[in-house]
């Protein structure tokens, strides 16, 4: 193919069909050989609606429906540019506030300019945002885009709207391994991450054609989460974490130890305080993305615990042998041993506790698919979906 466009959907059921039929339509008028590939997650009968447009699309469409819908928005595009080996992707939404009418200049500006990402934008001459639902929704997308460009001047300078869902990517010049789907901007990942030539055109973003926006205060945390992770990496969240939990783990030690408990009983309940709240906050804020493809909530908490606790008992008689032989004060030497588990927290907790299980495949549905299976004998044992 020369051309495959990736569409996330999440309960997009009502705009299927006007979009393959718009995309066909421009696609078809400018000769690009093209298929449309839907990673859905949906939890309504999107799916469902796919598999009925595909029957009779006039252009090849594929879907990838994910039980597990691991890294979200970003973690759909990712499977579906990964699922393609044609010279262009789009990635856009399957809302229809991204044109699809502009898919051809998309691609059309790569290929005579050279560039390796073409960028749909508002914020070039013919573009427009009239389609954000009210001006708060504009100026804090606008906001949001000048913080953003302001965190990487370089790798951003190219475009005006890193923010944009839609986009172009030349195949070969995109390293899908050195990405860390996190959040639905996925194109700011895919900028921040690799040196990159851009291009943009004019993106006119209309009014959705229905369904709901899913938009709401959780993605604007996300989106935090993805500017911290990108510019500091996620073992600064963790450190910052580590040295909340140090501080507390100090201050109790110090306070039991004020009210008269000895200091090794005071370490041990400062220890299990800061490891409880240590999780808590590393689950919310830090590995939160790497929770779905990773073991469940309690096999997570109990190897914390259990590493923790061991790092800490470990910890523990190391002060008391140095406090006892050294006679050096013991919250000093807490606060050294703290320092020195840190990275051995770090790896097990990102190697170990959060690492990404191999999900099974995912349902990948294809045309000539659906058409064997409409004229398969109808026997249930024949007539069954492969299992996702």
Not at 129 to 157: C, E, H
Not at 236 to 253: C, D, P, Q
Request: glycine share 8%; charged share 20%.
């Amino acid at each position: 193919m020369e051309l495959s466009v990736v569409v996330p959907t999440f309960n997009e059921a009502p705009n299927v069909a006007e979009l393959v039929r718009r995309v066909h339509a421009a696609v078809s008028e400018a000769g690009i050989d093209t298929e449309i590939v839907f990673v859905d997650d949906s939890r309504d009968n999107t799916p469902d609606v796919i598999r009925e447009v595909a029957k009779t699309a006039p252009l090849p469409v594929r879907m990838i429906h994910r039980d597990v819908p691991v890294g979200g928005l970003s973690g759909a595009v990712i499977e579906g540019l990964r699922s393609s080996d044609s010279t262009w992707q789009v990635v856009m939404d399957g809302d229809l506030q991204h044109r699809p009418e502009t898919i051809p200049s998309l691609v059309a500006k790569g290929t005579v300019d050279g560039v390796d990402v073409v960028v749909a934008s508002r914020h070039v001459a013919g573009g427009s945002s009239d389609g954000l639902s009210n001006g708060l929704r504009r100026f804090v997308s606008q906001v949001s885009i000048q913080v953003t460009k302001a965190l990487f001047p370089k790798r951003l300078g190219g475009t005006t709207d890193p923010m944009s869902g839609f986009f172009a990517v030349r195949r070969e010049s995109i390293d899908l391994e050195g990405l860390h789907p996190r959040g639905f901007k996925i194109l700011l990942e895919i900028l921040a991450r690799q040196d990159l030539q851009i291009g943009e055109v004019p993106l006119v973003f209309e009014a959705r054609l229905a369904g709901t926006s899913k938009a709401d205060m959780k993605q604007g945390i996300a989106l935090g989460r993805q500017l911290f992770d990108l510019k500091f990496g996620r073992i600064s969240g963790f450190a910052a974490i580590g040295a909340l939990g140090a501080v507390a783990n100090l201050v109790i030690l110090a306070g039991l130890q004020h009210f008269g408990v000895g200091y090794l009983a005071a370490a041990c309940i400062a220890a299990i305080v800061t490891i409880i709240g240590n999780f808590l906050l590393q689950e919310r804020f830090i590995f939160n993305d790497l929770k779905a493809g990773a073991r469940g909530v309690w096999k997570r908490w109990w190897h914390t615990f259990a590493f923790n606790g061991t790092e800490s008992a470990v910890r523990t008689f190391a002060l008391w042998v140095i406090v006892e032989t050294t006679h050096l004060p013991s919250v000093p030497v807490q606060a050294v041993l703290i320092v020195i588990g840190f990275t051995l927290r770090y790896l097990y907790q990102s190697r170990v506790v959060y690492k990404q299980h191999e999900q099974a495949p995912a349902e990948i549905v294809t045309l000539d698919e659906i058409l064997d299976h409409e004229h398969a004998p109808t026997s249930p044992a024949l007539a069954e979906e492969p299992a996702a």
